[in-house]
T-cell receptor, first 106, second 115 residues
Framework: GDSVTQMEGPVTLSEEAFLTINCTYT??????LFWYVQYPGEGLQLLLKATKADDKGSNKGFEATYRKETTSFHLEKGSVQVSDSAVYFC?????FGSGTKLNVKP | EAGVAQSPRYKIIEKRQSVAFWCNPISGHATLYWYQQILGQGPKLLIQ????????DSQLPKDRFSAERLKGVDSTLKIQPAKLEDSAVYLCASSFSRDRGYEQYFGPGTRLTVT
């Protein structure tokens, strides 16, 4: 069946550092890929998505490119802020990764 | 636009008791999902509805869990009898369509503690 594997956390970075959270998937067909974020005390919300190979999703300075050849959808941000501290989930429609907690220190 | 509503927000019960959760999706969203999220893990799909029909309940422990979506709008998830390992956050989500390109909108969740 479909599955998602994402890097374990927590990830701790200083403000303005570069962020990468790795995500790889196993799926049949041509799935859509999503990153959801859960800020402290809040519910899950969509961060970005890509619906076909080579698509790049972007939002709030975050980007992820749907790579079919490597079955990956890594999340990147060039300069993180303290307000980006949250748990990030990679998802393949209804199948979610285990989440990666990001802590950004001032 | 109102978001996905869930109640109650918190529930504490003893093992072998029963509990029910309620969800009201975003208006016009045909697809409704129930997830179980254990602390430190990602959400795990329990059941997916398309209007008032079940699309996927392959991971629902049917000996103790049940769910319904009457009239294709609100939904309830019930656990009877509860076990200690059912302690988790139960998330409801909805989407416009079950086509894979549509994102899900999540409610705040119900945190269940079974003692």
């Amino acid at each position: 069946g479909d599955s998602v594997t994402q890097m374990e956390g927590p990830v701790t970075l200083s403000e303005e550092a570069f962020l990468t959270i790795n995500c790889t998937y196993t799926a049949t067909g041509y799935p859509s890929l999503f990153w959801y974020v859960q800020y402290p005390g809040e519910g899950l919300q969509l961060l970005l998505k890509a619906t076909k190979a080579d698509d790049k999703g972007s939002n709030k300075g975050f980007e992820a490119t749907y790579r079919k050849e490597t079955t990956s959808f890594h999340l990147e941000k060039g300069s993180v802020q303290v307000s980006d501290s949250a748990v990030y989930f990679c998802a393949l429609s209804e199948v979610f990764g285990s989440g990666t907690k990001l802590n950004v220190k001032p | 636009e109102a978001g996905v509503a869930q109640s109650p927000r918190y529930k504490i019960i003893e093992k072998r008791q029963s509990v029910a959760f309620w969800c009201n999706p975003i208006s016009g969203h045909a697809t409704l999902y129930w997830y179980q999220q254990i602390l430190g893990q990602g959400p795990k799909l329990l059941i997916q509805f398309q209007n008032n029909g079940v699309v996927d309940d392959s991971q629902l422990p049917k000996d103790r869990f049940s769910a319904e979506r009457l009239k294709g709008v609100d939904s309830t998830l019930k656990i009877q009898p509860a076990k200690l390992e059912d302690s988790a956050v139960y998330l409801c989500a909805s989407s416009f369509s079950r086509d894979r390109g549509y994102e899900q909108y999540f409610g705040p969740g119900t945190r269940l503690t079974v003692t």
